[in-house]
């Protein structure tokens, strides 16, 4: 699927694209607005909008977000692997799955290292940091 359709048209009227909202992960759409210039306006169907700035910050936002929670996760992850196979009282999990877990907390901090390793050389597009949902957006293109 396409991020953006083919061909906008100048209208009241959006277009769906293959992009979803950054704040409720609802499907977007985009209009062409024109008024000192054009401009594009998306919009998700519960009312979060914005400019191409602003949704190009967000996704920005948003993917580094998913990125730092993904590592954390492989840590925690990692972690309570590894003391559940060495501090805690055999419930017998370990003796079952010993092999299994210990293969299981290398890829798991392995894949924290490639994670961090990502974040650390990721350069985002250089965009106005995002804040907030801007709500109803008034024609006319970019926000200030
Ligand atoms: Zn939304």
Redesign the pocket.
């Known amino acids: 699927m396409r991020a953006l359709p083919k061909d906008l048209q100048l209208g009241p009227r959006g277009e769906l694209t293959g992009l979803i909202?950054?704040?409720?992960?609802?499907s977007?759409s985009v209009t062409v607005l024109f008024g000192s210039s054009v401009s594009l306006l998306y919009?998700?169907?519960?009312?979060?909008s914005y400019s191409t700035t602003e949704l190009l910050a967000a996704k920005e936002q948003r993917l580094e977000e998913r990125l730092w929670a993904a590592l954390y996760s492989f840590e925690e992850l990692a972690t309570l692997l590894q003391e559940m196979d060495g501090e805690q009282p055999e419930d017998g999990f370990v003796e079952r799955h010993g092999e299994d877990l210990r293969i299981r907390v290398r890829s798991a901090g392995e894949n924290a290292r490639r994670i961090r390793e990502i974040l650390e050389t990721d350069r985002p597009l250089p965009v106005a940091p995002w804040t907030a949902?801007v709500g109803d957006h008034p024609p006319g293109g970019d926000a200030p």
């Open positions: 909202c950054p704040d409720c992960a609802g977007l919009a998700c169907r519960i009312g979060h949902p």
